[in-house]
């Protein structure tokens, strides 16, 4: 008799502990995250005391993280995969490390022109490569397209970094996916050829460039400028002031300028999906929308959210309408192309 209470009272422990572990793992999500802002862990505080759901980040590179799901497979821990170029969630989608989302609730905070028509991503916010110029040595009237940054007239005055850079490898698929690939080797070549300086550094080291005199004219995301021009920094101030912002390819026949997504995907094999799906509508809604526009300058994807007032000076914009997609889908040519033509 006494053995059969003890047992039970054993067993009843054990249920109150399954029961809490079981408790305890919904309330968590595991972020794998190549994006790179401060902003990023304000936005995960802020959703931890909106619902108690605690959020880990794993941050690497899209190419080691993309890696690192397909190794792990259906034993991985991660929820949602965040990248800050599109191309490589077509990727992972491509790689079937992805689920479809289906969510009216996310859906509902987006803009139609920027979701993803094979519903495996949702995009967090967007971003513009547009040509910056120096403001002494350049009349925003020479500018055009980034066709027309291949012109002589700018040969040893160009500047943009490496190819290897993701937001460089979207820019060439587009170039390729509007134009064809032999025009685009041209441009590549004749990018290369009037080039200041060998690609080094990242965006923000191309406007600091131009601000020392080393070239005239950079390639760069559009939010870099926000940045520098809100920076505590005296060089990044300088450098940020030093510049004239132009978008591009705005004429009625040409294709508006090149935009890339940073956005969020759920992995096939989410543990606390539901909790991810939370998370997602939270990031896009208006709130942390708002959140992101004024701390990183980036541009939102929700229509109730307007640029951040220094972003908003440079006006609005044409933006290529090419389906987002294309930008993984023509990558490996970019690449190809890149190699052939000695883009660093
Ligand atoms: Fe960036």
Same mark, same amino acid.
């Given at each position: ?55 880990? $980040? ?12 397909? %190794? ?11 990248? $800050? ?24 905070? %987006? ?29 925003? !009237? ?7 940054? @291949? ?8 500047? %943009? ?14 170039? %390729?996916?509007? !134009?064809?690939?032999? /025009? ?16 080094? #550094? ?6 600091? @460039? ?8 950079? /390639? /760069? ?18 450098? #940020? ?10 004429? $009625? ?47 939102? $994807?929700?229509?109730? =959210? ?18 987002? !997609?294309?930008? #993984?889908?023509?990558?490996?040519? @970019? =690449?190809? =192309? ?7």
């Amino acid at each position: 008799m006494k053995k059969n209470i003890l047992r039970v009272i054993f067993i009843f422990f054990v249920l109150i502990i399954t029961s809490c572990e079981n408790n305890q793992k919904p309330n968590e999500i595991n972020i794998y995250s190549q994006r790179h802002y401060a902003v990023d862990e304000l936005q995960y505080e802020n959703f931890t005391k909106q619902t108690g759901i605690k959020v880990n $980040v794993t941050k690497a590179n899209a190419d080691e993280l993309i890696q690192r799901l397909k %190794i792990e497979g259906s034993s991985s821990s991660a929820d949602l995969f965040i990248t $800050v170029d599109v191309g490589k969630l077509w990727q992972a989608g491509d790689m079937g490390l992805l689920q479809k989302i289906e969510d009216e609730t996310i859906t509902s905070n %987006i803009k139609k022109e920027f979701l993803d028509p094979n519903n495996f991503w949702v995009p967090l916010t967007f971003r513009s490569r547009i040509i910056v110029y120096s403001k002494d040595r350049v009349n925003v !009237n020479e500018l055009d397209s980034y066709e027309s940054l @291949a012109d002589k007239k700018w040969e040893n005055r160009l500047l %943009i970094r490496s190819s290897s850079n993701s937001y460089n490898q979207a820019l060439m698929s587009s170039i %390729i996916a509007n !134009n064809g690939p032999k /025009v685009a080797e041209q441009w590549s070549s004749d990018i290369v050829s009037n080039l200041a300086r060998d690609p080094k #550094g990242n965006d923000r080291d191309q406007v600091k @460039a131009i601000a020392a005199g080393q070239g005239d004219l950079a /390639v /760069v995301n559009s939010y870099y400028i926000g940045l520098l021009l809100s920076s505590e920094k005296e060089d990044e101030l300088n450098a #940020g002031n030093s510049v004239g912002v132009f978008f591009p390819n705005q004429r $009625v026949d040409q294709s508006g300028a090149h935009i890339n997504v940073s956005g969020i995907a759920l992995t096939k094999n989410s543990p606390n999906k539901e909790n991810a799906l939370k998370l997602i509508a939270y990031l896009t809604s208006s709130v942390a929308q708002q959140t992101y526009v004024d701390n990183t300058y980036e541009y939102s $994807v929700n229509p109730e =959210i307007e640029p951040n007032k220094i972003v908003k000076q440079w006006g609005d914009f044409k933006k290529d309408n090419l389906d987002l !997609n294309m930008l #993984g889908v023509k990558r490996n040519e @970019a =690449i190809r =192309i890149f190699d052939k033509t000695g883009w660093k």
